[in-house]
Structures are given as structure tokens and as C-alpha cells.
């Protein structure tokens, strides 16, 4: 187990090394002088020889890397010369619109995904299995933002039941804040809902041919327990891996809707960020993400052990 | 997360017996006549009832859906049109601007899925076969897989400023690291199999061993994969234009009309909308084609849900 541990936290190190390196080299890919880019349009030359001693560009890129790689670990990502703030700073504060958003998102994802999974393989070919697939497929193909202005349109425009855009701090109330999730959550749900329900429907089809299955149906278990305690409990490491991997998916649509609800986070300060060529931002948030979508894997991994007692590693 | 691994057993089948079974299939009909439609839509554009869809006309700003005015084209001459879609607030016609539109995005969809297809074949057979390249080159491509797709197209596009050809590469990339896993397993698969050790007993080099007996089998799980990433790429392509990152603004693609669009959307909502349509159904019939080739090419390739996009 120990040695599982050690050896699963040891393989994560070079695909942060190497998403490092990838964010690092962004820069040194731009055409032009590196420190005017990280500068920004509007620096004078005082700033931009200020960054290029900080950064070490004059000596070379290995050495370059390595400065700008313990800058990171001690949590300094340089600094915006847009929104004149560290990259730090800017990027708590926009963390709480986007993990509101992102943690709502997965929950109703997972509630509404995982029972319609299951219902389809329990009834494998049926009606609702094949409606269920049908709107599988038009969840992966309708885009984020469609989805969302056709929200607005309905529900905020022309029935009035919901806010257009914007979003409210937790501390502004709850009752604002959650009406204002509402149609950013429900719209970026549901890609994940499509993505969730089609792998719990396989996953719980195959657990429901297993011999244990009809035992347990055979000794007269009510079906709701067959399906809950034997086949979807079986089918839980397929299912949680696919929440992982879908978080991808779900920080390419945060992007998209918090542009189209206004939200300002993360995803906002991404597009700003990119439209202002606001470069340690950019490299800021792209870490973030990619850290954070690692180690969620990395965590869903080390779930296995818990979801599956047979799996020894 | 481990990508599929698609066992291949039977033979590829012969094109006539093939071209039947794909007309059998449903999805595989929808998804292709929507997408010929819609080829034939966006290049006969110029006589589908369209002017040019960079005519500005002040006059004949927002218009809505099915208003018919006077307009005066480049070459100077009065004629009178019909606004089928409704004219954004320049006074462009919508209805132009989302065919014309279209052939952006198909050239994305084909352009990014064949080229990730060709330098991720390329990079898998060499990660696949030959040993010692395999750990570094995973490592690589591990790490790129971290970076989520959307995020390293649009940080690629703000590098180089956004022309098609920039838009293109920059939805590739992200793209190749999927691929390359993909042929990387099929081949590990492939190469245990009895006919490459027979192959490789009677002496065949290395290339030929690639080029006659590993790739063949590796192309219809590419086919199929190659249509997802076409749907993908579309759908990128449109985000990256929505977002004011894409292709420059005055390029009609479907992003840049909804981007224009949704400043006045609570008016005109229309604007939004048409285009946000032909970019959902666009999207949905490459899905529909790949599902129903998966179906058909490799059955046993059937795991949708674990391609992250």
C-alpha cells in the first residue's frame, strides 16, 4: 500500500515537470524579446531591464527555467502588469465565482447523471435507454455557449424566473448567490451529464451480467438493491475515473460560461488575460489548472483502493 | 485513464460489403447528408440568395428575420434582398454570414483532424514501436494532456496573434497528444499478433513491417477518432472566435457573428441563435458520422466516454 502511495504520488512529478516546462517555454515561443512580453505594451524600459534581470534572460534558458521554476514552488507567478496586482493575488481573487461554479456544476452533473445511467442499463435497449443515449450525443455536440444564451433566452428573458447574468459573493446571501449559479451550472452540466451517464450506463450494464448479480437477485433482493449495492457500487471505479478525466472538459467550459454569465473568475481572467497579452497571467492560470486537474486524478486514483477492496496495487 | 484500446480481430471488410453496411446505418445517413448539405451550402454560398457577407449597411441595421430591403452592393448596384435571418447591428446580412461561415469551420474541422491524425500516427508508430523513444515520448505527451485542450489553444492563439492558419495549429496541438496514445496501443496490441511475428520471421525491414501490416490496422479507429476531432475542432474554432481571441473579427464565422451578436442580445436574440443552430447541428452530425462509424469500422472501439476532450 505504502509503496503504491509512494510510487503513484513519485509518477505525478514528471507530468508536473513537464506541464511546467510546457508553460515555461509558452513564453520563450512568443516572437520578440521575452521580458517586453512579459512586461506588457505599456512598460518602460526601467521595467522591462528590471524583468529581465529578475527573470535571468541573459543567461541561458536551462538556467532560465530553473529561476523561474523556484519562483513557483514559493508561489510567486510573477506579476500582472495589466491588472497591477501579482498573479497570485489576482488569481485568489477570482477562485471563489469559479469553484462555486465548478463544484456546483459537478454535483448536479453527478445527481442527475449517475440515476439516469443506471436506469438505462437496467433497462439495456429500452426506450429510455435509447432517448438517454440520444441526448447523450446532443450534450457532446450543442456548444457551452448555445446552450447558455438559449438558457438566458428562455428562462431569464422571456419567463423571467432567474437573473440574465452576473454573479453574487456567498457573503452577499445565499439565496442570491444560488439563483445566480442556477443557469451557469445547469449549462456547463451538461456536456458532464452526457460524458457521466454514458460510462455508468456501460459500466452498470456489464456489473448487471455478473454472476453475483443474479445470486443476489436469486436469494430475492428488491431490484432497487441489486442495482444500487451490487451493480453500481461495482461499477464506481469506471464511473469516478470519468469524473476525473471530464474535469478537462469542465475547465474549457468554465472558460466559455463565465464569459457568457459574466462571472468574474478564473475563466473570465483567463480571456482578459489572453486579450490584453497579459503573458504571467496566462502562464499563471494555466498552471492552476493543469496542477489542480492532476492532482484530482491523481486523488481519484488513490480512491480506487476505497471504492474497490480487490484492487491491490 | 488509460485511452481505448481497441482489439482488432477481423479482417477489414471489402469496400463494397463496407459501403453497404454504412448505408444501413442511420447515423452514419443523418450525419452525412447534414454535413454534405451543409458542404454544399457553404460553398455554393454565393448563389444561396446571399450578398457579401462583409457588406456593412447602416440603413439596414437590425433587422429582423425575413425583413426584405433595398441594398446596395460593392459593385455599386441597388438590389433588393431579403434579410432570411435577420442583419446585425452594422447592418450585415445574418443569413450571408452564417454560410459563408460554415466553410470556415468545415476547413478547421478537416484541416485540424487531418493533421492530428497524420503527426500523432507518425509520433504513436515511432512511441509504439520503437522501445526506448516510448517512456520519453509518453512522459511528453502525459504532460501535454494535463493542460486542458481549450486552455492551450487559447494560449497558443494569444502567442501568435489569430490568422486560420494559427487558429489551426493552435487546436492541433492539443489534440496530437490523444492521438498519439491511440496509435501507441493499437500497435502494442497489434505487434503481439501471430501474422506481424510471421512477418518478421521471414525478414521483413522494419518499414514495411509498419507501412504494410501495423498501419492498415490502425486506420479505422483512426477514422473514427479523426471524425471526433473534427467535431471538436469546430466547436474550439467557435469558442476561440465567441471568446475575441479567434479569427480576426471581421471574418464571418460563426463565433464572430455570435460575438457580435450577444452585446445585443436581449433585443435581438436571433443573432445569437442562427448561428449557435448551425454550429449545434454541424457539430451533432460529425458525432452522429463518428458514432455510426465507430459502429460499423470497430465495434469493439466503444468507449466514447473515456476520449477527454
Known amino acids: 500500500m505504502l509503496r503504491f502511495l509512494a510510487s503513484r504520488l513519485l509518477s505525478t512529478i514528471p507530468v508536473l515537470l513537464i506541464v511546467a516546462v510546457a508553460v515555461f517555454l509558452l513564453l520563450r515561443l512568443t516572437p520578440g524579446d521575452p521580458a517586453a512580453v512579459i512586461a506588457g505594451d505599456m512598460a518602460t524600459t526601467e521595467q522591462i531591464e528590471e524583468i529581465r534581470t529578475s527573470l535571468g534572460l541573459d543567461k541561458p534558458i536551462v538556467v532560465q527555467f530553473g529561476i523561474w521554476f523556484g519562483n513557483v514552488l514559493h508561489g510567486d507567478l510573477g506579476e500582472s502588469f495589466f491588472f497591477k496586482l501579482t498573479v497570485a493575488e489576482l488569481i485568489a481573487q477570482r477562485l471563489e465565482p469559479t469553484l462555486a461554479l465548478a463544484l456546483c456544476t459537478i454535483v448536479v452533473a453527478v445527481v442527475v447523471a449517475v440515476p439516469l445511467g443506471v436506469l438505462a442499463a437496467w433497462r439495456h435497449g429500452g426506450w429510455l435507454d435509447r432517448t438517454l443515449m440520444g441526448f447523450s450525443t446532443l450534450g457532446f455536440s450543442i456548444p457551452v455557449f448555445v446552450l447558455g444564451y438559449l438558457l438566458i433566452w428562455l428562462v431569464s428573458l422571456k419567463l423571467g424566473w432567474l437573473p440574465v447574468q452576473g454573479y453574487r459573493r456567498l457573503g452577499e446571501g445565499v439565496g442570491p448567490f444560488i439563483r445566480h449559479l442556477i443557469l451557469p451550472s445547469l449549462t456547463l452540466s451538461v456536456i458532464y451529464v452526457a460524458l457521466i451517464a454514458r460510462v455508468t450506463r456501460a459500466a452498470v450494464a456489464e456489473a448487471l451480467t455478473e454472476d453475483f448479480v443474479r445470486t443476489a437477485r436469486a436469494k430475492g433482493l428488491p431490484e432497487s438493491r441489486v442495482l444500487i449495492r451490487h451493480a453500481l457500487a461495482n461499477a464506481a471505479v469506471p464511473i469516478v475515473t470519468v469524473i476525473g478525466i471530464g474535469l478537462a472538459l469542465l475547465i474549457g467550459g468554465v472558460v466559455v460560461t463565465e464569459s457568457v454569465f459574466s462571472i468574474p473568475g478564473l475563466g473570465r481572467l483567463t480571456v482578459d488575460a489572453v486579450l490584453a497579452r497579459d503573458f504571467p497571467t496566462i502562464q499563471g492560470v494555466i498552471l492552476l489548472f493543469s496542477v489542480a486537474y492532476v492532482l484530482v486524478n491523481l486523488l481519484i486514483d488513490l480512491s480506487y483502493l476505497f471504492l474497490d477492496p480487490r484492487i491491490r496495487y | 485513464m488509460d485511452t481505448p484500446v481497441a482489439t482488432l480481430e477481423a479482417q477489414p471488410a471489402p469496400p463494397r460489403e463496407l459501403w453497404g453496411k454504412l448505408r444501413r446505418n442511420t447515423a452514419v445517413v443523418i450525419g452525412g ?27 439596414n441595421r437590425d433587422l429582423l428575420p425575413g425583413a426584405s430591403a433595398e441594398v446596395m452592393t460593392f459593385t455599386g448596384e441597388t438590389i433588393r434582398h431579403t434579410y432570411w435571418m435577420g442583419s446585425d447591428s452594422y447592418g450585415r446580412d445574418i443569413h450571408s454570414r452564417v454560410l459563408y461561415g460554415g466553410r470556415v469551420s468545415l476547413i478547421v474541422g478537416v484541416t485540424v483532424a487531418a493533421l492530428s491524425l497524420f503527426f500523432g500516427l507518425i509520433t504513436g508508430l515511432i512511441a509504439g514501436y520503437v522501445r526506448w523513444l516510448d517512456g520519453v515520448v509518453m512522459r511528453v505527451m502525459d504532460g501535454l494532456m494535463a493542460i486542458p485542450g481549450i486552455l492551450l489553444a487559447i494560449a497558443l492563439v494569444a502567442l501568435w496573434r489569430a490568422s486560420l492558419l494559427t487558429v489551426i495549429v493552435a ?14 496501443a493499437l500497435v502494442l496490441s497489434i505487434r503481439e499478433e ?39 475542432a469546430i466547436l474550439v474554432e467557435a469558442i476561440l472566435s465567441f471568446l475575441g481571441v479567434g479569427l480576426p473579427t471581421d471574418v ?36 452522429m458520422l463518428g458514432d455510426g462509424l465507430r459502429d460499423t469500422l470497430d465495434p469493439r472501439f466503444n468507449k466514447r466516454g473515456e476520449r477527454a476532450l
Open chain 2, 194 to 232: 501471430p501474422y506481424v511475428e510471421a512477418a518478421i520471421s521471414v525478414g521483413t525491414s522494419t518499414p514495411k513491417l509498419l507501412y504494410r501490416h501495423i498501419l492498415p490496422n490502425t486506420l479505422a479507429p483512426l477514422i473514427v477518432q479523426g471524425t471526433y476531432i473534427c467535431a471538436f
Open chain 2, 171 to 184: 487546436i492541433t496541438i492539443p489534440e496530437i497528444p490523444r492521438v498519439v496514445r491511440l496509435v501507441r
Open chain 2, 252 to 287: 464571418p464565422t460563426w463565433g464572430n457573428i455570435m460575438a457580435e451578436g450577444r452585446l445585443q442580445f436581449q433585443q435581438y436574440p436571433h443573432n445569437v441563435l442562427f448561428p449557435g443552430l448551425f454550429l449545434a447541428v454541424t457539430v451533432l452530425a460529425v458525432n
Open chain 2, 33 to 59: 447528408c447534414l454535413l454534405a448539405l451543409l458542404a454544399v451550402g457553404s460553398l455554393l454560398a454565393p448563389w444561396l440568395s446571399t450578398i457579401d457577407p462583409t457588406l456593412i449597411d447602416p440603413v
